[in-house]
């Protein structure tokens, strides 16, 4: 599991080694939005932030030129099966958040496939709250009841059995500045309804970042699933926007976004090598999986994932990991 600290930029002037990392991020820059963009469109709300600088200071006079540092990591395969968990939170002042939307990602390189796993958020699991602490609740609440991130990952590793490689956050703020970035995204909603103010009516539509924002979090009527539909809908909208020759000249604003709202385990070379590689599947090997399950009410509400099907789920995961035959 790799460490969970968030990826900063140092202050101060810019070294030869973040010169050469931003002239490769020029070089590359459709790559590295793809990374950004896909992962959204992959089926959940990540984002990534891996647009750093590494630590430096400014040079003084008198001191000897910076010596130049060796090349920006260049565009490789993964190496190994790797896994990718993105996690919406809803942040609000004073609270430290819940989080809104749970997707893990297993990538296999060589297979060039992806199997997408949507977590419900109501999932009922044996949340692992740090210090020892453990607790029966919904899966969402493993980061504001326990330690954030470290909480979140290490819940959702006990319960399916697998390691967590990397993980995106982002702030559900950042995700409506992002299609505001865009000009909207198109959707075909299935049904009349209202939501945070938001009315949607059936058949296509045009949505600001506000409005779709309600849209993929909507849940009265109806369920996860549904709403993982039409995040869905919206993903694949703003994926075919950032295709536009456009997009290049919305690069700025789009890494402020993803600083200001996102934090990340990925280093630069780890999202270069995620993104090239998912750059490279065939979206006829990108599988959506879900778990069944049932509806459990009594104090509040769950869902609740049988036994069996936890197992299913786990197995299929390790298969495509290579971590069990």
Same mark, same amino acid.
């Given at each position: 599991?790799?460490?969970?600290?968030?990826?900063?930029?140092?202050?101060?002037?810019?070294?030869?080694i973040?010169?050469?990392?931003?002239?490769?991020?020029?070089?590359?820059?459709?790559?590295?939005?793809? %990374?950004?963009?896909?992962?959204?469109?992959?089926?959940?709300?990540?984002?990534w932030?891996a647009?750093?600088?590494p630590?430096g200071?400014?040079?003084?006079?008198?001191?000897?030129?910076?010596?130049?540092?060796?090349?920006?990591?260049?565009?490789?395969?993964?190496?190994?099966?790797?896994?990718?968990?993105?996690?919406?939170?809803?942040?609000?002042?004073?609270?430290p958040?819940?989080?809104?939307?749970?997707?893990?990602?297993?990538?296999?390189?060589?297979?060039?496939?992806?199997?997408?796993?949507?977590?419900?958020?109501?999932?009922?699991?044996?949340?692992?709250?740090?210090?020892?602490?453990?607790?029966?609740?919904?899966?969402?609440?493993? #980061?504001?009841?326990?330690?954030?991130i470290?909480?979140?990952?290490?819940?959702?590793?006990?319960?399916?059995?697998?390691?967590?490689d990397h993980y995106?956050?982002?702030?559900?703020k950042?995700f409506?500045?992002?299609?505001?970035?865009?000009?909207?995204?198109?959707?075909?909603s299935?049904?009349?309804?209202?939501?945070?103010?938001?009315?949607?009516?059936k058949?296509?539509?045009h949505?600001?970042?506000?409005q779709?924002?309600?849209?993929?979090?909507?849940?009265?009527?109806t369920?996860?699933?549904?709403?993982h539909?039409?995040?869905?809908?919206?993903?694949?909208?703003?994926?075919?926007?950032?295709?536009?020759p456009?997009? %290049?000249?919305?690069?700025?604003?789009?890494?402020?976004?993803?600083?200001?709202y996102?934090?990340?385990?990925?280093?630069?070379?780890?999202?270069?090598?995620?993104? #090239?590689?998912?750059?490279?599947?065939?979206?006829k090997?990108?599988?959506?999986i879900?778990?069944?399950g049932?509806?459990?009410?009594?104090?509040? #509400?769950y869902?609740?994932?049988?036994?069996?099907?936890?197992?299913?789920?786990?197995? %299929?995961?390790r298969?495509?990991?290579e971590l069990?035959?």
């Amino acid at each position: 599991m790799e460490n969970y600290n968030r990826v900063t930029s140092a202050g101060g002037s810019k070294t030869a080694i973040a010169l050469e990392g931003e002239r490769f991020m020029r070089k590359a820059v459709r790559l590295m939005l793809a %990374l950004s963009v896909l992962l959204l469109f992959l089926g959940g709300i990540g984002i990534w932030n891996a647009h750093t600088r590494p630590p430096g200071r400014p040079k003084t006079v008198g001191e000897e030129p910076v010596r130049k540092q060796p090349d920006a990591p260049k565009p490789v395969l993964l190496d190994r099966p790797t896994t990718l968990l993105l996690i919406g939170v809803d942040q609000r002042r004073d609270d430290p958040g819940r989080t809104d939307a749970l997707v893990l990602l297993t990538i296999h390189p060589r297979k060039r496939s992806v199997k997408i796993l949507h977590v419900p958020r109501d999932t009922k699991v044996r949340l692992n709250l740090g210090k020892g602490r453990t607790a029966l609740d919904k899966i969402n609440h493993a #980061y504001a009841l326990g330690e954030g991130i470290p909480s979140t990952v290490q819940t959702l590793e006990s319960f399916l059995d697998i390691p967590v490689d990397h993980y995106v956050k982002v702030n559900m703020k950042g995700f409506r500045k992002i299609i505001d970035l865009f000009g909207g995204v198109d959707v075909n909603s299935p049904r009349s309804f209202s939501y945070l103010g938001h009315h949607f009516r059936k058949g296509p539509m045009h949505l600001n970042g506000s409005q779709a924002l309600a849209y993929i979090r909507d849940r009265t009527g109806t369920n996860d699933f549904d709403r993982h539909r039409r995040q869905q809908q919206v993903l694949r909208s703003l994926w075919h926007k950032s295709k536009h020759p456009s997009t %290049l000249l919305k690069m700025n604003r789009l890494f402020n976004i993803l600083r200001a709202y996102s934090e990340t385990s990925l280093t630069l070379r780890d999202a270069v090598s995620l993104c #090239y590689t998912l750059s490279r599947v065939p979206e006829k090997n990108i599988e959506t999986i879900h778990f069944r399950g049932h509806d459990q009410w009594s104090s509040r #509400y769950y869902f609740i994932v049988p036994e069996k099907e936890r197992l299913r789920i786990r197995s %299929l995961l390790r298969r495509h990991l290579e971590l069990e035959a």
